[in-house]
């Protein structure tokens, strides 16, 4: 049986959230091959945003392993946390303004598609990829909008099978954010 390039990186992405979710380290090798999947992926259908965020991810994958087993106090593993209104306020404001900043950038120098979608998607899921690697419980919260957001551009760009997965991701995001909530040690502050 055939399996599609995009095929497994749709299994890989599933495994990956499937993992984070239950805190199993594994989850950063599966996000790494699945984004070198989708990094060759989305550069050929001209999301040039979202192919280097792929490449992005591959990076983080090597750091969220490492955070995750040595990331705590006293190189212990991390603990789940939860962020105050505050803090979550100064997070949404850095997205939106490097969203802008990105997307006049590339409607200006280069022939992108979908410019605004392709740059808040990006900036939004790079934050939001630092808050998984650091176990912040509010991380799915992001994902619920963000995936939101995915199922629309995929579908506009025809990545069918990936508007599918991110739509399972919307509920997956929603069950690990009550996991997490319910595991988390405390709030921090900002």
């Known amino acids: 049986m055939f399996l599609s390039i995009e095929t497994v990186a749709v299994v890989l992405g599933v495994l990956y959230v499937v993992l984070a979710i239950r805190q199993n380290p594994w989850c950063w090798p599966a996000s790494a091959l699945g984004a070198a999947i989708y990094m060759v992926l989305f550069f050929e259908g001209r999301l040039l945003m979202e192919s280097l965020l792929q490449l992005f991810y591959i990076f983080m994958a090597g750091y969220g392993l490492w955070v995750w087993r040595y990331g705590g106090q006293s190189a212990t593993p991390l603990n789940i946390t939860q962020r105050s209104l505050r803090w979550h306020g100064k997070i949404l404001i850095f997205i939106l303004l490097a969203t802008a900043a990105t997307s006049l950038f590339l409607q200006r120098y280069t022939s992108a598609d979908a410019v605004v979608i392709d740059s808040l ?50 509920g997956m995001a929603i069950y690990g954010y009550m996991s997490w909530k319910n595991q988390s040690t405390h709030t921090e502050g900002g």
């Open 121 to 170: 998607t990006t900036i939004a899921s790079l934050v939001t990829t630092w808050m998984v690697t650091r176990k912040i419980a509010e991380n799915w919260l992001y994902w619920v909008v963000i995936n939101a957001i995915y199922v629309y551009l995929f579908v506009s760009k025809g990545f069918y099978l990936t508007a599918l997965l991110y739509t399972l991701f919307l």
